[in-house]
């Protein structure tokens, strides 16, 4: 095979690569806009609903933020108790070896 024919196998297997790339894009945004056009023609017949998908995603957003406060508000009562149970540790030792030296 000489190298010409060798760079037209390729040229046309690249081509064909190519095209056959392009037709799946293509394909792919023609899908989006299928969707796009569903989802268009839901907001505009059914908007309740659409307005309770708002309602529900803005819900499922807030808890996961409630989630997490909640999380940090454990951590700091944790870390306050465990405080807290360090210094009555502490004022027991400071009773217990004041009632010692009396």
């Known amino acids: 095979m000489t190298t010409?024919?060798?760079?037209?196998?390729?040229?046309?297997?690249?081509?064909?690569?190519?095209v056959d790339r392009l037709?799946?894009?293509?394909?792919?945004?023609?899908?989006q806009r299928e969707e796009y056009r569903e989802l268009k023609r839901i907001a505009e017949t059914q908007p309740g609903l659409v307005k309770e998908a708002l309602y529900?995603?803005?819900?499922?957003?807030?808890?996961?933020?409630?989630?997490?406060?909640?999380?940090k508000r454990l951590?700091?009562?944790?870390?306050?108790?465990?405080?807290?149970?360090?210094?009555?540790?502490?004022?027991?030792k400071k009773l217990k070896s004041e009632e010692d030296a009396w």
């Open 75 to 92: 951590t700091i009562a944790a870390k306050v108790e465990e405080m807290h149970d360090k210094q009555i540790a502490e004022q027991q």
């Open 56 to 71: 529900m995603l803005l819900a499922d957003r807030m808890s996961g933020i409630a989630v997490d406060r909640l999380e």
């Open 4 to 18: 010409r024919e060798v760079l037209e196998d390729y040229g046309v297997n690249y081509l064909l690569h190519e």
């Open 23 to 31: 037709t799946d894009q293509m394909a792919e945004k023609l899908q």
